[in-house]
């Protein structure tokens, strides 16, 4: 990443990328799912790793996936009509913060809200407003 920093000392490194204001995370994820119009690629006790470099968030995921069918992991519902669980992940916790602090709402009922209105932000906050 640095040009021949393969022998660079780990704590040197993580200081250059402090500086550059790059700011490194362990995620403790149980399972990751990338989910495809064909198939779904499930990792289970993955390494995830986030980068946030000035507001832009990188996830990098190792692991040895499995695919299996489209829809299938993760309890997803298959014809779209999901539990509020599954719809709730669909929701960006970014766009629930945004309408949460807007309306003046806990981030529960800006979810919920998000949900009902397909994610669209403006109508969210307008039902809550």
Do not use: C, W
């Not at 700011?23 to 119009?37: C, G, H, K, L, M």
């Not at 309408?99 to 403006?122: C, I, N």
């Amino acid at each position: 990443m640095f040009g021949g920093g393969g022998g660079m000392n780990p704590r040197k490194m993580e200081q250059m990328m402090e500086q550059m204001g790059i700011d490194v995370e362990d995620v403790d994820a149980e399972e990751v799912i990338i989910r495809t119009s064909e198939y779904d690629l499930v990792f289970d006790d993955a390494e995830v790793t986030k980068m946030d470099a000035r507001g832009q968030e990188t996830y990098q995921v190792i692991g040895s996936p499995e695919e299996v069918e489209s829809g299938a992991a993760g309890g997803a519902d298959a014809a779209g009509a999901g539990a509020s669980e599954d719809a709730g992940s669909a929701i960006p916790d970014d766009d629930v913060e945004i309408v949460a602090t807007r309306t003046g709402v806990s981030e529960s009922e800006a979810r919920e809200a998000l949900e009902e209105h397909d994610g669209d932000l403006a109508a969210a906050v307008e039902a809550l407003e």
